[in-house]
Each structure stands twice: as structure tokens, then as C-alpha cells.
């Protein structure tokens, strides 16, 4: 097929249609035409999605869990070896998954939430932050519900189709947290900054009236969101670990490491009722021993609920 | 159909894979490669443009519909649509080089990329902010430039597996109605065959052996093409043509193994008028493509020429004519019939008598013979026509004198005589034409035709600056006197048929390689010796 007027024509029917959606949804976000659109296309690719999962998410956690190479000579032995340590990693899996259900079941327990669990069956493209839930309205799931995972805060339900639900991740440069600090209890929100180039290593960004109760190490909760949507008070949010206070600024700034790896979720918990009692802060890990040292290294970030979960070893999460 | 299909499913699995997998991975550097980019290059790119438009804009709707998202709608159909789009234009690249195509599908990957992230700027959504952008962007573009040629040879094998014929005719304007190559029809017979690239599954259609091998490229060399041939012709057991000179595709040793209908004139058609399209000059079914023509056409290259002027050398010309090529343009010589073939007369001999009164002026006299003669540059007879009225243009070819016309020397230059002005005519002499033959002594006495330099040097010569065997003393003129009158000229220039051609040689030229095939004449790039380069 030649460039011919014919392509030309085609070329402009579809530019005007995309600029069409776009404004249409840039001018009023919950159009009913995007929305439906949106649903259509959620139960049609969520399924899909849903359906490939089962296959392709032992391969992504298999990166995530690493096994080595086979070193025999011999070919039996060698193919023997092979299936061995394949049971043994899907053995492992099994038991990173169970842990970290544990530690989510634990802390739902603590906090006295009640929780569905789910996995992450797709992830956002581009610039999003954002992830796609296998439970959807059929497992009751609404938006505007807290997800949290064995560590702490993940995001929140944004968008609901019949067997798949999308959640904005705590990252997200759209989301905003109400948080409250750990020993005084002072009130500021948490946003997120977007995708970061050094990937996993991304901070939120804390504001809070009181510059002065800034502290390094200080950890945060959510604070309880008006009849606990989105967000349903205490779940465990992250640390500070740098404060960026400025002379004359109406707020104290500083950064927060959440506790949640976002770029490993796999297993998550979608909170269904809250809990009767503010947990307060009786969820949150106990306080990581005192470093001097302003900026601590990722691999000394406390992972919350880890002793007091027995969890078997530490390399397993 | 099979194509559509395949593209549906490859699309749908570069979708899922990339929203369930890719987009998990935390490689280094935060991005991540976007495979639906990719596969929508790779598929605008065999496809061509209105393929890869359709293809674009519903792989961006999917994309931006598919449950993770949350952006505006109609972003990635925006971007998407309009790098189908162009890499649909930029098809013609697979058929010049692997590198360059290649090349092509990583700078349109690029441009996706930076065209998306310019979008989700200027839609000023929050999530998105110059930093994160800076700091994504790199990285992405260079997973998406590595995994671009994966991702497009992946396609096009994948493709051949699955039957997929990419038509090669489709993009050669040559084949628009009207067009050098268009289906010509003898007697209601569709001459021009369908072709295939990349597959072939009857000889009549095979392709040369070698090109299935996509990614090492179409043959360029000649030489490489003949051996493409003979491979592609011991395998599927025909003859290769000995000494064809192949300008479609098809490969130059291939006979059809049904010969089409014995052709005529065989043995002056070095040039095949039909031969602008890919392979219609040999599988050309039905009657003789050939029969069409009565007589083919033979070009005259500089090599005939010269083999012509060796020949007539012996006869010599005493009328008074330079006269390069005069006479010789008869009936025998060029397969034209017709005594009235004018003659193209360079100067005259009345160049000498006329020196003293002022600039030469291109002598003009009817020939004895009775034959027209066209001068060069008047557009007509002097004093005539729309000629009448302006001064006759001040052309002089000098000519050494009448009688010399077989050792003739063909010399000019800016005009020495002070007024007039000459015309180069490259300042080339023909004198070993006449096999080394003393010539006459010219009448026209200070031109010094023969002896090169320090020879008697005339004081005050009529033609100073005239010597003939040394062009390189020959100054050229900055500005043809001719030129300078038909820039004077106020009527319209006539809009040529080269238009097309010769606006690509402007100011604002297309670049060579970019230029797609097929937009010149067959003959055009004979002639230039470029047909090689370019398909």
C-alpha cells in the first residue's frame, strides 16, 4: 500500500480520533463514553491479562528469586539436577509467597483489618504508577479501598472492572496520604514524586505543619481518611530519612522511604471493612536501632513485622 | 488476511507481555523498553503507511485502555498512529539495507518515545514532570533502539513462516496509472505478473535465492547479483541469461520456466521500456511484452558515439562543417527513417569570413543539401520567428576553418576577440577521429590549430586565445551569453515532464538514499549508471 491520498485520509481520520478521546477525556475525566470505554476494554484485557498471569508470574518472580546455573558434567545427572532445583524453587516461591501472605495476614490481624488478599497481574506503561489487581467487583472490591502489603501502605483502588481492579500506587505523583507521625502524632500528607531513574529507590515526599517534629527514622501511618476512604487509618507508611526543612517555608519538608518495595508487590491485600479501634501505631515495626548516620543504606531498611513474624530467613520475604 | 491476522496476534501478545511482564521489571535506569512501540514499527515498515496508521492508532487505544492505565485517553493512538505512519513511509528502506533499516526502526522508536513523553508534558498531567522524564527517558530509548531490530527481523521471519507476502510493486510510483511501469494490456492481457518478495512458492515467482536471507541485505554489486542469480537459477534448475543487466528485482539469470511468447527485436533492446517494475521484463506472460514496440530503442551512449566518430573518420568532410555528428544522423545510423532528420550543425565555416564584423554570430546558411539544420541556441532561424527583433545571439564555435570538418576541433572560449563572447565547448579536440592525418592548413589563419603552445604566437589574433589543442589554457566563460538571453526571456518556462526529477536536484534536495525507488525513469538511471545503487 502506497502513500496515497487513501492513506493520507486514514492517516487523518485516526489523529482526529485520538485528539477527540483526548479532550474529551482531558476535559472531564468521567465522561460516561471514556468510562465505558474503559470498562469494556478493563474486562476484555483485564481477563486476558488475569489468564496470562497464571503463566508469565512464576517467571517474573523467578527473576526475582535467582537460580543458579547447573554446573554437572554428566547429562542425567545434569537433567536430574534441573528438575531438583526446579522443585526446589518452586518450592521457594511457594514459601516467599506464603511468607509474605503471612505477614500480611499478621498485619491486617494487628491492625484489626479485614483483608483480601490478590496479586499483581500487570503494571502500568510509561509514566504511570500504577498496577493491576487480580479481584474485581465480583470479590466486593471497591474504589477508593486501602491496599497495603506485608510492609505497608501500597496505594489505593482507583478503578474497578468486573474480575480486575486498578491500584495507584503510593508513588504516584497524583496520590496524596494523610499521615501521621509515629511518637507525637503530628498531621502532614505524604505525595508521591513519579518514576525515578535509580528504579526501587523511591521516596515520597512528606509535608507537615510542624516542621519541627521532623526526625530522621521518625515512621509514619496513615491517618484515618473521612469514613476510612481511602485510606483507613494506621497502616504503616515508612521512615523519614532526610529532612529538608527551609527557613520561612510554611511547612516542613523531608523524605520518606516507604515501607513497601513497589517494584517487587506481588502479593497484596485489599482492605474490605476497616478496623473497629484506630490501630494507632500498633502496627508499625519496631523502631530501627539508632544509626548516626543521615542517609542509610537501602539494604539497612528495617522490613516491618520480620521478627516478630518468625519469618524463616531473611533473605526470604 | 493471514497478515492481518498475524498482526493481531502479535500485537496482542507484545500488549499482555508488556503490561504484565516488561513493565515489572525494575531494569537499570528506570525505563522500559515498549514493545508495542516496536511491534507497530515493525509492522508499519512491512506494511507501508495505511497499515501502519490502522495499526498505530488501535495498538495506542489498547494501550491506553488496557486496566493499569490511568492517563488520558488517546495519548499512546495519537503517538502510535503517527509513527506507523511514518514508518510505514519509510518501508522502502528494507529493501536497501539491513543497516538502514534497521537504523530506521531505532530512530523511529526514538521519536515515539520523545513524541509520547512531549504529549504527556504539554497534556500536563501531574504524575509526569521534566525530571522524571529526564531521567526515564534515556534509558528507555535506548532498551526500545536495542530491542528494535530484534523485534522487526522477529516480525518479518515470523511473517515469511506464516505465508505473508509482501507485495513489492505496491510502493513504485512507476506503477500508478500512467506511470513508466503500468500495467500495459496487449490485446486485454494484464502483462505485468505479481511478484513476491521474500517468498516464493512457484518459479515463475521465486525470488532470488539470498534475499530470503533478509538480514544481510539485497545484493548491491552486480557482481553479487549475478551470483544471487546463478544460485537462485542451479536451484531451481533454469539457465541463467548470460550478460542481462537486471533492473527490477528479479534476478538477472532467471528465465521463467515458461518462456513467454518469442520476442522480436531482441537484438537492439538493450534497454527494456517495461523494465522500471520489478520483474516485468522476464516472467512476462501472455504475448510478447515486446510485440508492443515495433522497434526498440536503442540508447546511444558515449561509447557508441565514439565507435561511430572512429568509424566515419575516414570519410572526410570538405563542406566547411565542423559539423560533429552531421551527416551522421541519417536514416542507417540511428533507426530513424526519414530524410528530414535536421542536422545539428556546431558552427560553420563562415566563422572566418565573418571575424572581422564584430562578435561572431553562429553562422546560419541552408545547406547545400537541402537539409535543415538546427543552430544551436536561437530556438529557430536567426531573424526570424519569435527571434525576430533581438540581436542574434553571440555564439561562436570556432572552428579551425572549412575544410578541416573531419579533423574539425571543436575549441572555444570566453572570447579573446575583446567583444564577443565564445562559447566552450569544453575546449575538447576530436583530432584523433581522423586516424592521424595531417590536417589542411586552416584558412582561417590565426587560430593555431595544431601546435600546442610555443608555437609563433600571433600579436594581434582575430580568435585570440584560441588554440585549439590546449583546452586547458581555455578559460571558461563564467556566463554563457546564451544563458543570458533566455534568462531575459519573459514568457513562462514550460513545465517539464522531469519536473519531478529536476526539483530534486534544487537547494532543498532529498537526500539520495532517501529518495525512494523507482521516482526516476528506468531510462534516467541507465543512462546515469545509478541502477544499481538504487533498487
Known amino acids: 500500500m502506497r502513500d496515497t491520498r487513501r492513506t493520507r485520509t486514514l492517516l487523518a481520520i485516526a489523529l482526529l480520533a485520538a485528539l477527540a478521546l483526548i479532550a474529551v477525556d482531558y476535559e472531564n475525566g468521567s465522561s460516561s463514553l471514556i468510562s465505558s470505554l474503559r470498562y469494556g476494554a478493563g474486562s476484555a484485557l483485564g481477563g486476558a491479562e488475569r489468564a496470562v498471569s497464571v503463566v508469565t508470574r512464576p517467571i517474573t518472580r523467578f527473576f526475582g528469586s535467582g537460580v543458579a546455573g547447573t554446573t554437572s558434567n554428566q547429562a542425567a545427572m545434569e537433567r536430574q539436577l534441573i528438575s531438583l532445583r526446579a522443585e526446589l524453587s518452586a518450592a521457594r516461591l511457594d514459601r516467599a509467597q506464603y511468607s509474605k501472605l503471612g505477614r500480611l495476614l499478621q498485619i491486617s490481624g494487628r491492625g484489626g483489618y479485614r483483608?483480601?488478599?490478590?496479586?499483581?497481574?500487570?503494571?502500568?506503561?510509561?509514566?504511570?504508577?500504577?498496577?493491576?489487581?487480580?479481584?474485581?467487583r465480583a470479590d466486593g472490591v471497591r474504589p477508593q479501598q486501602t491496599v497495603l502489603d506485608g510492609d505497608g501502605l501500597v496505594g489505593q483502588v482507583t478503578s474497578v472492572s468486573a474480575r480486575t481492579c486498578t491500584v495507584q500506587l503510593a508513588t504516584d505523583a497524583r496520590s496524596v496520604v494523610g499521615v501521621r507521625l509515629a511518637p507525637g502524632g503530628q498531621i502532614g500528607w505524604v505525595s508521591g514524586e513519579g518514576l525515578?531513574?535509580?528504579?526501587?529507590?523511591?521516596?515520597?515526599?512528606?509535608?507537615?505543619?510542624?516542621?519541627?517534629?521532623?526526625?530522621?527514622g521518625t515512621q509514619l501511618v496513615t491517618s484515618a481518611s473521612v469514613k476510612n476512604r481511602p485510606f483507613v487509618a494506621g497502616v504503616p507508611v515508612g521512615t523519614i530519612v532526610s529532612v529538608r526543612n527551609r527557613a520561612g517555608a510554611l511547612t516542613g519538608q523531608a523524605l520518606v522511604r516507604p515501607f513497601a518495595q513497589f517494584t517487587q508487590l506481588d502479593v497484596v491485600g485489599i482492605v474490605v471493612s476497616p478496623p473497629r479501634h484506630n490501630p494507632r501505631y500498633s502496627v508499625l515495626p519496631p523502631p530501627p536501632p539508632k544509626s548516626p548516620s543521615p542517609s542509610p543504606s537501602p539494604s539497612g531498611r528495617p522490613r516491618p513485622g520480620q521478627r516478630r513474624a518468625g519469618s524463616p530467613r531473611p533473605g526470604h520475604r | 488476511?493471514?497478515?492481518?491476522?498475524?498482526?493481531?496476534?502479535?500485537?496482542?501478545?507484545?500488549?499482555?507481555?508488556?503490561?504484565?511482564?516488561?513493565?515489572?521489571?525494575?531494569?537499570?535506569?528506570?525505563?522500559?523498553?515498549?514493545?508495542?512501540?516496536?511491534?507497530?514499527?515493525?509492522?508499519?515498515?512491512?506494511?507501508?503507511?495505511?497499515?501502519?496508521?490502522?495499526?498505530?492508532?488501535?495498538a495506542g487505544l489498547a494501550l491506553d485502555l488496557a486496566p493499569p492505565a490511568s492517563q488520558i485517553v488517546g495519548q499512546y493512538a495519537l503517538v502510535f498512529c503517527l509513527i506507523g505512519y511514518g514508518s510505514g513511509r519509510l518501508r522502502f528502506v528494507l529493501?536497501?539495507?539491513?543497516?538502514?533499516?534497521?537504523?530506521?526502526?531505532?530512530?523511529?522508536?526514538?521519536?515515539?518515545?520523545?513524541?509520547?513523553?512531549?504529549?504527556?508534558?504539554?497534556?500536563?498531567?501531574?504524575e509526569v514532570t521534566r525530571s522524571t522524564v529526564a531521567h526515564v527517558l534515556p534509558s528507555t530509548v535506548l532498551y526500545d533502539i536495542a530491542l528494535a531490530p530484534l523485534i522487526l527481523l522477529c516480525w518479518v521471519r515470523l511473517a515469511v513462516a506464516f505465508g505473508v507476502r509482501f507485495e513489492p510493486r505496491d510502493d513504485s510510483p512507476a506503477l500508478e496509472p500512467g506511470g513508466s511501469a503500468a500495467p500495459a494490456t496487449v490485446t486485454g492481457v494484464t502483462v505485468v505478473p505479481r511478484s513476491r518478495w521474500l517468498v516464493?512458492?512457484?518459479?515463475?515467482?521465486?525470488?532470488?535465492?539470498?534475499?530470503?536471507?533478509?538480514?544481510a541485505g539485497p545484493a548491491t554489486s552486480r557482481r553479487a547479483k549475478r551470483e544471487q542469480a546463478k544460485l537462485t537459477a542451479t536451484a531451481i534448475g533454469v539457465t541463467p541469461r548470460k550478460g542481462a543487466v537486471w533492473v527490477g528485482r528479479r534476478p538477472p539469470g532467471l528465465h521463467p520456466l515458461s518462456p513467454a511468447v518469442p520476442r522480436q527485436a531482441r537484438r537492439l533492446a538493450r534497454l527494456r521500456p517495461g523494465a522500471g517494475a520489478a520483474g516485468t521484463a522476464a516472467a512476462l506472460p501472455g504475448p510478447s511484452y515486446h510485440a508492443q514496440f515495433e522497434r526498440s530503442v536503442q540508447l546511444g551512449l558515449a561509447d557508441e558515439q565514439r565507435r561511430r566518430v572512429r568509424a566515419d573518420s575516414g570519410r572526410t568532410h570538405r563542406n566547411g562543417h565542423v559539423a560533429y555528428g552531421a551527416g551522421r544522423h541519417g536514416p542507417d545510423r540511428h533507426g530513424l527513417k526519414g530524410p528530414a532528420v535536421p542536422n545539428i550543425a556546431f558552427g560553420a565555416g563562415t566563422a572566418g569570413r565573418r571575424h572581422g564584423h564584430g562578435?561572431?554570430?553562429?553562422?546560419?546558411?541552408?545547406?547545400?543539401?537541402?537539409?535543415?539544420?538546427?543552430?544551436?541556441?536561437?530556438?529557430?532561424?536567426?531573424?526570424?520567428?519569435?527571434?525576430?527583433?533581438?540581436?542574434?545571439?553571440?555564439?561562436?564555435?570556432?572552428?579551425?576553418?572549412?575544410?578541416?570538418?573531419?579533423?574539425?576541433?571543436?575549441?572555444?572560449?570566453?572570447g579573446g576577440a575583446g567583444r564577443g563572447g565564445l562559447i566552450g565547448v569544453g575546449g575538447a579536440t576530436i583530432r584523433s577521429a581522423h586516424g592521424g592525418r595531417k590536417p589542411k592548413h586552416p584558412r582561417f589563419p590565426r587560430a593555431v590549430p595544431s601546435r600546442p603552445a610555443k608555437a609563433r604566437r600571433p600579436k594581434q589574433p582575430r580568435f585570440p586565445?584560441?588554440?585549439?589543442?590546449?583546452?586547458?589554457?581555455?578559460?571558461?566563460?563564467?556566463?554563457?551569453?546564451?544563458?543570458?538571453?533566455?534568462?531575459?526571456?519573459?514568457?513562462?518556462?514550460?513545465?517539464?515532464?522531469?519536473?519531478?526529477?529536476?526539483?530534486?536536484?534544487?537547494?532543498?534536495?532529498?537526500?539520495?538514499?532517501?529518495?525512494?525507488?523507482?521516482?526516476?525513469?528506468?531510462?534516467?538511471?541507465?543512462?546515469?549508471r545509478r541502477m544499481s545503487g538504487l533498487r
Open chain 1, 196 to 216: 525515578h531513574a535509580d528504579g526501587g529507590a523511591a521516596l515520597l515526599k512528606l509535608q507537615v505543619l510542624d516542621g519541627a517534629a521532623l526526625k530522621i
Open chain 2, 359 to 414: 562578435p561572431t554570430n553562429l553562422a546560419w546558411r541552408p545547406a547545400r543539401s537541402g537539409q535543415q539544420r538546427i543552430a544551436f541556441g536561437t530556438g529557430g532561424l536567426p531573424g526570424e520567428g519569435r527571434a525576430a527583433g533581438r540581436p542574434l545571439p553571440k555564439i561562436a564555435f570556432a572552428a579551425a576553418g572549412p575544410g578541416h570538418a573531419g579533423s574539425g576541433q571543436i575549441s572555444a572560449g570566453q
Open chain 1, 115 to 136: 483483608v483480601l488478599a490478590a496479586s499483581v497481574i500487570a503494571y502500568g506503561q510509561g509514566y504511570q504508577q500504577t498496577i493491576t489487581l487480580d479481584v474485581g
Open chain 2, 465 to 528: 586565445r584560441v588554440v585549439a589543442c590546449q583546452p586547458a589554457k581555455v578559460r571558461r566563460p563564467k556566463r554563457p551569453r546564451f544563458a543570458r538571453a533566455a534568462a531575459r526571456r519573459p514568457a513562462k518556462v514550460r513545465q517539464l515532464k522531469t519536473a519531478r526529477m529536476s526539483k530534486r536536484y534544487g537547494v532543498f534536495r532529498v537526500p539520495r538514499w532517501f529518495s525512494r525507488p523507482g521516482d526516476r525513469s528506468a531510462v534516467w538511471r541507465i543512462g546515469s
Open chain 2, 95 to 126: 529493501r536497501h539495507s539491513a543497516v538502514l533499516a534497521v537504523t530506521s526502526a531505532a530512530a523511529m522508536a526514538a521519536l515515539g518515545e520523545a513524541l509520547s513523553a512531549v504529549l504527556t508534558l504539554a497534556l500536563d498531567t501531574p
Open chain 2, 1 to 58: 488476511m493471514t497478515r492481518r491476522l498475524l498482526a493481531l496476534a502479535v500485537l496482542a501478545t507484545a500488549l499482555l507481555v508488556q503490561l504484565t511482564i516488561v513493565n515489572g521489571l525494575a531494569l537499570p535506569g528506570g525505563g522500559t523498553p515498549d514493545l508495542v512501540l516496536l511491534c507497530v514499527i515493525a509492522i508499519g515498515m512491512t506494511g507501508g503507511p495505511a497499515s501502519g496508521v490502522v495499526v498505530g492508532f488501535f
Open chain 2, 200 to 215: 516464493g512458492d512457484s518459479p515463475n515467482d521465486v525470488s532470488a535465492m539470498g534475499s530470503i536471507g533478509w538480514l
